[in-house]
């Protein structure tokens, strides 16, 4: 059976087998990024989005991403990259095997959940497993993101305000508004 869908922002079409597996077809067509783990849906380790939300691929069968749109960390590298540094400052990345699912995990928890307490993404990412870690820089990391996230959007909005204020004051000075 063929089937068209948008992988990381590109169209595709892909030939595949009725009980072919999403994480399959997705490491068919180069994104490594997606892992095989448990196989029984409980780690996390294959998270990918479909139509931007959260799912797993290990257990989501590839005809449902017919002609909608999935994505893995290969399409969010920059987000990835960004919220990865925090990861690693605290700790939080060790091995790193588990790293490409939890961050996927994180970046639509920030998507959905903006300004999560940390019992909001203690179940949020309940779902991830990391035999390295012990959880706690991981956590660390994830606030810490979510703080400077936040900040980015008040110095954003504290900008904006001082732009619109010093384009109002040129213009209103010109009469040319």
């Given at each position: 059976?063929?089937?068209?869908?948008?992988?990381?922002?590109?169209?595709?079409?892909?030939?595949?087998?009725?009980?072919?597996?999403?994480?399959?077809?997705?490491?068919?067509?180069?994104?490594?990024?997606?892992?095989?783990?448990?196989?029984?849906?409980?780690?996390?380790?294959?998270?990918?989005?479909?139509?931007?939300?959260?799912?797993?691929?290990?257990?989501?069968?590839?005809?449902?991403?017919?002609?909608?749109?999935?994505?893995?960390?290969?399409?969010?590298?920059?987000?990835?990259?960004?919220?990865?540094?925090?990861?690693?400052?605290?700790?939080?990345?060790?091995?790193?095997?588990?790293?490409?699912?939890?961050?996927?995990?994180?970046?639509?928890?920030?998507?959905?959940?903006?300004?999560?307490?940390?019992?909001?993404?203690?179940?949020?990412?309940?779902?991830n497993l990391?035999?390295c870690?012990?959880?706690?820089?991981?956590?660390?990391?994830?606030?810490?993101?979510?703080?400077?996230?936040?900040?980015?959007?008040?110095?954003?909005?504290?900008?904006?305000?001082?732009?619109?204020?010093?384009?109002?004051?040129?213009?209103?000075?010109?009469?040319?508004?």
């Amino acid at each position: 059976m063929n089937i068209a869908f948008r992988l990381n922002g590109k169209q595709v079409q892909a030939e595949i087998r009725p009980d072919t597996l999403l994480l399959d077809l997705v490491r068919q067509l180069g994104c490594l990024s997606v892992k095989r783990g448990c196989e029984t849906a409980n780690c996390g380790l294959c998270t990918v989005w479909l139509d931007g939300r959260p799912v797993l691929s290990c257990s989501t069968l590839a005809v449902r991403a017919a002609g909608r749109h999935v994505t893995t960390l290969e399409g969010v590298q920059e987000e990835a990259e960004e919220f990865g540094m925090f990861l690693a400052r605290e700790g939080g990345e060790q091995c790193g095997f588990c790293s490409p699912g939890f961050i996927m995990n994180v970046l639509a928890m920030v998507r959905e959940i903006p300004g999560a307490s940390e019992e909001e993404i203690k179940e949020y990412l309940a779902g991830n497993l990391c035999r390295c870690s012990g959880y706690m820089s991981q956590l660390r990391a994830v606030k810490k993101y979510l703080d400077a996230k936040a900040g980015q959007g008040a110095e954003t909005a504290a900008w904006d305000a001082k732009a619109g204020l010093a384009a109002e004051a040129v213009c209103g000075a010109e009469g040319g508004q």
